[in-house]
């Protein structure tokens, strides 16, 4: 999340010994400070962006515009504006973690400018629908009907582009640069918050079925769910938050029948959470059925730590890690009270 400190030109800053010369205060382009350049179509986005350097002030520009896109990105991004007369200075430098890396194909400076030590420049980015991004990037393509992964193929996402191009396409989900893509060969599609929530889908097995004891979650409901086998086996269950991080709910557990998780003799049922205060959220719940316990030992159970790391946004591990079983998978919506 950026974090932007403002503050006030009334300020002083009291410290011992000799005081530390002041940077001297470079005014900002009218058409920065204003952001004054827009767009005449809907799906451009504009970015703006200032520092030290062109390139800091291009990623920075990168980033605001990846902020518009994907809600959930997260970066170190830290600095020190002083408001005063449209005047800025820095007194740290950006670390930016995330969208100086960024894929983002149909990118154009707008504008760019030097005022005195800082530099400052504006981003277009053609937001098109994947779809065309995806046929105007790949160019020529064989309509082979490439084998696509099991999961994938019931998804919204790729239901829409298979549509789209006349054909099924080989595409994966990738994780990098702390943001989420879309794959194919050597291509990537960086995904928006509502791409990506087209990839999550309720499924069906011939050998393993379930079903929430809720339809639809309220913040802080309790629920359970309940599981169905044709055979005896073990179900393993899974938990998939809206931005991608995957969490280990119940270890391989046997099932002749039916089954519930929470047991009826627990004292506690799952409990309904937003992952931002505020706002709705959902959750993808897949349940695995093997013959013989499964290693799960690449995916951990859900911890405040484990949330603030990079390495459990495991969805496209997980992606692939189901070929090969069978499971069910259900969407489960959680509203604001």
Not at 99 to 113: A, C, F, G
Not at 216 to 225: A, P, T
Not at 229 to 235: A, I, L, T
Not at 242 to 252: D, F, H, P, R
Request: charged fraction near 25%; hydrophobic fraction near 35%.
């Amino acid at each position: 999340m950026k974090l932007i400190i403002f503050i006030l030109a009334s300020m002083f800053i009291i410290g011992c010994g000799n005081p530390k010369p002041t940077q001297k205060l470079t005014k900002a382009p009218t058409w920065y400070t204003h952001h004054q350049l827009h767009s005449k179509v809907k799906y451009e986005v504009f970015g703006y962006g200032q520092g030290s350097t062109l390139e800091e002030a291009k990623a920075n520009a990168k980033e605001d515009i990846a902020l518009t896109l994907i809600s959930k990105v997260d970066s170190s991004f830290t600095s020190t504006t002083i408001t005063n007369n449209d005047s800025y200075t820095r007194k740290e430098k950006a670390s930016l973690k995330v969208t100086s890396k960024l894929s983002l194909h149909n990118l154009k400076t707008i504008k760019q400018e030097q005022q005195g030590s800082v530099f400052y420049v504006a981003l277009k980015y053609k937001n098109l629908d994947l779809p065309y991004r995806v046929k105007t990037t790949i160019g020529d393509y064989t309509c082979n009907d490439e084998k696509i992964d099991n999961y994938l193929q019931e998804t919204a996402l790729l239901k829409k582009l298979s549509s789209s191009l006349g054909c099924e396409l080989d595409f994966k989900v990738d994780r990098r640069n702390e943001a989420w893509y879309l794959k194919y060969k050597e291509y990537l599609f960086l995904l928006s918050d509502d791409e990506f929530e087209e990839l999550y889908v309720s499924t069906s097995s011939e050998h393993i079925s379930m079903k929430s004891s809720k339809k639809v979650l309220y913040d802080g409901d309790s629920f359970y769910f309940t599981f169905s086998s044709k055979k005896s086996g073990y179900v393993t269950f899974i938990d998939v938050y809206e931005n991608g991080i995957v969490t280990l709910l119940q270890e391989s557990t046997p099932i002749k029948s039916t089954l519930q998780i929470p047991s009826k003799k627990s004292e506690n049922y799952f409990e309904a959470g937003l992952v931002e205060e505020g706002q709705n959220t959902h959750d993808l719940y897949i349940a695995i059925y093997s013959e013989k316990p499964l290693d799960m030992s690449r995916f951990n159970y859900a911890s405040e730590e484990l949330a603030e790391s990079e390495v459990a946004y495991k969805f496209d591990e997980l992606i692939e890690f189901l070929k090969g079983y069978e499971y069910s998978s259900v969407l489960l919506r959680t509203k604001v009270k």
